[in-house]
T-cell receptor, first 114, second 111 residues
Framework: GAGVSQTPSNKVTEKGKYVELRCDPI?????LYWYRQSLGQGPEFLIY????????DSGLPNDRFFAVRPEGSVSTLKIQRTERGDSAVYLC????????????FGSGTRLTVV | GQQLNQSPQSMFIQEGEDVSMNCTSS?????WLWYKQDPGEGPVLLIA?????ELTSNGRLTAQFGITRKDSFLNISASIPSDVGIYFC???????????FGKGTKLSVIP
């Protein structure tokens, strides 16, 4: 597609449940990033993929969070045993090469944990 | 970690007025970026700055990369209703791809 696609756009889940958030980057973009944006804040870095491998997962808050990109295109962010504090907008971005100015962000998935 | 202080947090202005917002950092950045985010959307890049002292324009928008590499400002001239949104500054350190964002400036334009 023309832009970065994220699904679902909204997700409401109960505390303790498992969720998966999907990101479909721009075709041909090898770099893919996940950010989390809490209410009233700017986005915060979670993880960066170059191709299929997670080049930097230093922003993942704890081991309940995990992300994969098995074929170097679509990525899935997985959250286990969700907590209310996980509620946020999860943004995905992709770029042709590594670098901040080349990012294109998706519209995000708004996750609400009740 | 790196932190960006963005001000003001919010602004209410009359249509046609000029707007100025700025960002300061506790550490040096190699790239400064300004984004606009509309409700329910991801941030969209407005201007990218790569060198200290650089002044760049994009239509009615002008941004500068501070000489100290620890600050940047964004000006919007002759504001219009569609300028409404949240503006974020962001930066990257040397050799880094991670964006560090400010908390945003919420702009409201009164017709």
């Amino acid at each position: 597609g023309a832009g970065v696609s994220q699904t679902p756009s909204n997700k409401v889940t109960e505390k303790g449940k498992y969720v998966e958030l999907r990101c479909d980057p721009i075709s041909g973009h090898t770099a893919l990033y996940w950010y989390r944006q809490s209410l009233g804040q700017g986005p915060e870095f979670l993880i960066y993929f170059q191709g299929t491998g997670a080049a930097d997962d230093s922003g993942l808050p704890n081991d309940r969070f995990f992300a994969v990109r098995p074929e170097g295109s679509v990525s899935t962010l997985k959250i286990q045993r969700t907590e209310r504090g996980d509620s946020a907008v999860y943004l995905c971005a992709s770029s042709l090469t590594e670098g901040g100015s080349g990012y294109t962000f998706g519209s995000g998935t708004r996750l609400t944990v009740v | 970690g790196q932190q960006l202080n963005q001000s003001p947090q919010s602004m209410f202005i009359q249509e046609g007025e000029d707007v100025s917002m700025n960002c300061t950092s506790s550490s040096i950045f190699n790239t400064w970026l300004w984004y606009k985010q509309d409700p329910g959307e991801g941030p969209v890049l407005l201007i990218a700055l790569y060198k200290a002292g650089e002044l760049t324009s994009n239509g009615r928008l002008t941004a500068q990369f501070g000489i100290t590499r620890k600050d940047s400002f964004l000006n919007i001239s002759a504001s219009i209703p569609s300028d409404v949104g949240i503006y974020f500054c962001a930066g990257t350190g040397a050799g880094s791809y991670q964006l560090t964002f400010g908390k945003g400036t919420k702009l409201s334009v009164i017709p």
